[in-house]
């Protein structure tokens, strides 16, 4: 039930083109859902984040759409880019825990 | 702010010596937390610190791992003795309080051979 599965394992995506990333969950205490950004050599970087009361957050290129009747969540990044080529990681935060349960991560590669 | 300050960089000892990585989270966060990323992983959670109190340590191999955080502030993480199977990064995050984001270091990859 601390799971947060993530899909796909890895993405190749041409510039320009749109990057779908996925994530669910079980656990109902969860309360707040951030992507991180993780270039090699360095540790996650907080990318964006949503609180279940809201359906969609966009900052920028990227959006979360958020399902919480479904229990999912994604990560949309428009007009992707080759500087964008990381690993992207869902997580989940639990109220009662404090503490953040991660997902597999998606490593994506945007070619020119 | 200065960000999450981790060292060593990088380690490489042979199994069953014992390693020692060291944080300093940034100023004025009292939650600091210990993660282990096995390549190709998420990050796992080993131990969340309030101030210089443990608040979870479920997932810390206590047979082998300890961790400490003194006057609340820097904290160290030890391996003894290390095995082939620790061979990962271990990332040092810490946040504020009411603040859901953590601010992760760089952390320290650790090669056992």
């Known amino acids: 039930q601390q799971q947060v599965k993530q899909s796909p394992q890895s993405l190749i995506v041409q510039k320009g083109g749109i990057s779908i990333i996925n994530c669910a969950y079980e656990?109902?205490?969860?309360?707040?859902f951030p992507w991180y950004q993780q270039f090699p050599g360095k540790g996650p970087a907080l990318l964006i984040a949503?609180?279940?009361?809201?359906s969609e957050k966009k900052e920028g290129r990227f959006t979360i759409s958020f399902n919480k009747s479904a229990k999912q969540f994604s990560l949309h990044i428009m007009d992707s880019q080759p500087g964008d080529s990381a690993t992207y990681f869902c997580?989940?935060?639990?109220?009662?825990?404090?503490?953040?349960?991660f997902g597999t991560g998606t490593r994506l590669q945007v070619f020119p | 702010e200065a960000g999450v300050a981790q060292s060593p960089r990088y380690k490489i000892i042979e199994k069953r010596q014992s390693v020692a990585f060291w944080c300093n989270p940034i100023?004025?966060?009292?939650?600091l937390y210990w993660y282990q990323q096995i390549l190709g992983q998420g990050p796992k959670l080993l131990i969340q610190?309030?101030?210089?109190?443990?608040?979870?340590d479920s997932q810390l191999p206590k047979d082998r791992f300890s961790a400490e955080r003194l006057k609340g502030v820097d904290s160290t993480l030890k391996i003894q003795p290390a095995k082939l199977e620790d061979s990962a990064v271990y990332l040092c995050?810490?946040?504020?309080?009411?603040?859901?984001?953590?601010?992760f270091g760089s952390g320290t990859r650790l090669t056992v051979v």
């Open positions: 610190f309030q101030n210089n109190g443990v608040v979870d």
């Open positions: 997580a989940a935060r639990s109220y009662n825990t404090d503490k953040l349960i």
């Open positions: 949503i609180r279940p009361d809201v």
């Open positions: 100023s004025g966060h009292a939650t």
């Open positions: 995050a810490s946040s504020s309080r009411g603040n859901y984001g953590y601010t």
């Open positions: 656990n109902t205490a969860f309360d707040y």
